[in-house]
């Protein structure tokens, strides 16, 4: 008896002591970033001295190789770059777009989508077939749609506390929407933007390509157009009319690059954690939220660990994919490498919800007793700093490839407040001057601190 009661007062002596020893170290985490933090001075300076980098770009390829003498800096044990092919797409000159009601000519802000076609050379002209689905495509039929420019107008759900949720409910008609209405023989499409502010900033994204036989020119116009385009078309019906040009176009596929640090690991070199975001952006802007904020995040987090002093058990990469905004083909190959040379991941996290304030992860990959457990260990002490929320439901688009082919590892997405993201995300609102330095610092040392967590303790 008084042997089990040992054993037991032992066990519970070397809990509190890990758990000190955890606490102590999150702390000095906290301390390094926030009072010698580099990720915001690197932000200005990807977003100010770089700025938009779509993929195939010449300023993707300067980000390239600015991002790889960054890593080197800071003297990580292994710094590397993992060929790509990415598609090239350019946006050509402004769009123009208005609203035609009878005489008068109404200017309105557009973008075209991201892979969408060019309009012929003298512009589309077309009626307006406004509608709220992709289903109201199939009643409309080819009898109501075709010449015509179909509107999508779908809003986003304000119910929705996560706008991550918003979005991915909205998002179909932008994704998949051209192409559904090209297959009734609509002339063009035009789609809300996706966001919940009401502004005059139209935000882009990707479109996608379905067999539908032909592709037709998309863009998004801002969400102050789209409800007064709505207005009129209540108002006087068929009367309205809706111009518009754009002449992007598609290059052939060009040689593009993930980028890589590594911290080797002591005990496990072989197994690996990762944490990363995408360096490629859309054009309208900066890219300084989406995902500028990730990747100089991701890279924090292992110079805040080496300037620690900290020499981890299992390997640590930080990556900065490459074609997260149309294609993939950064993710996709980081998992590809990894299966072929029998790298086993243990965990990999993403951020790519933008730079504002931490409240935690959401982990995929994890059973809801491996869950428990891990809130149970962890919650109180990342809840001192704001990061407590560890939910169900992570990973991300350059990380979700990983799943498939490397059994085992454990997806995180990094999970900042949600509230703002949408007033930036693809459109030219999104500016270094939207990123809040101490909100950015925060994060940064969150990664830092969960990376350091799962190094120590894993997943048991």
Request: glycine content about 10%; overall charge negative.
């Amino acid at each position: 008896m008084k042997l089990k009661l040992l054993l037991l007062l032992t066990a519970i002596t070397l809990v509190n002591t890990l758990q000190a020893q955890d606490s102590l170290m999150l702390r000095k985490i906290y301390d390094e970033e926030l009072v010698n933090g580099q990720c915001y001075q690197n932000l200005h300076y990807l977003c100010k001295n770089i700025g938009e980098r779509l993929s195939g770009s010449p300023s993707a390829q300067k980000a390239v190789d600015w991002g790889k003498k960054l890593m080197e800096s800071y003297g990580f044990d292994r710094v590397f770059l993992q060929p790509v092919m990415v598609p090239h797409w350019v946006r050509g000159e402004k769009e123009k777009a208005e609203i035609i009601d009878g005489h008068t000519r109404i200017p309105v802000a557009i973008a075209a989508l991201g892979m969408s076609v060019a309009t012929p050379a003298e512009s589309i002209t077309a009626g307006v077939i406004e509608v709220h689905s992709l289903k109201q495509l199939d009643t409309l039929g080819e009898a109501g749609i075709k010449g015509k420019i179909v509107f999508f107008n779908r809003p986003f759900d304000p119910r929705f506390i996560e706008t991550l949720s918003a979005y991915g409910t909205a998002g179909d008609q932008r994704f998949m929407g051209p192409s559904a209405a090209a297959k009734y023989g609509a002339a063009g499409v035009i789609v809300r933007s996706l966001t919940e502010s009401l502004d005059n900033y139209p935000h882009t994204g990707a479109t996608l390509h379905l067999d539908s036989g032909k592709n037709i020119p998309a863009g998004a116009i801002s969400t102050i157009a789209a409800n007064r385009l709505s207005a009129l078309l209540k108002q006087k019906g068929d009367a309205i009319r809706f111009y518009f040009k754009q002449s992007c176009r598609q290059l052939p596929d060009t040689l593009s690059y993930n980028v890589v640090a590594e911290l080797k690991g002591t005990e496990n070199p072989d197994k690996f954690i990762i944490v990363g975001g995408h360096l490629d952006s859309w054009d309208l802007a900066e890219g300084a939220h989406d995902d500028g904020t990730g990747v100089m995040q991701s890279v924090e987090a292992l110079r805040i660990l080496k300037a620690l002093g900290y020499h981890p058990k299992n390997s640590i990469r930080a990556v900065f994919f490459m074609n997260e905004e149309n294609g993939d083909r950064g993710g996709l190959k980081y998992a590809e490498l990894a299966a072929q040379n029998k790298e086993v991941h243990i965990a990999a996290i993403e951020t790519d919800l933008g730079g504002f304030t931490p409240r935690g992860f959401g982990f995929d990959g994890v059973s809801p007793a491996l869950l428990q457990s891990i809130n149970h260990n962890w919650k109180k002490l990342l809840e001192p700093y704001g990061s407590g929320e560890l939910v169900s439901g992570g990973g991300g688009t350059d990380i979700d490839p990983l799943k498939e082919k490397t059994p085992g590892v454990v997806l995180i997405g990094y999970l900042p407040d949600s509230q703002r993201y949408f007033d930036v995300h693809h459109s030219a609102n999104d500016v270094f001057e939207n990123v809040n330095k101490r909100e950015l610092e925060l994060g940064a040392a969150s990664m830092a601190s969960l990376i350091y967590l799962i190094d120590q303790h894993g997943f048991n």
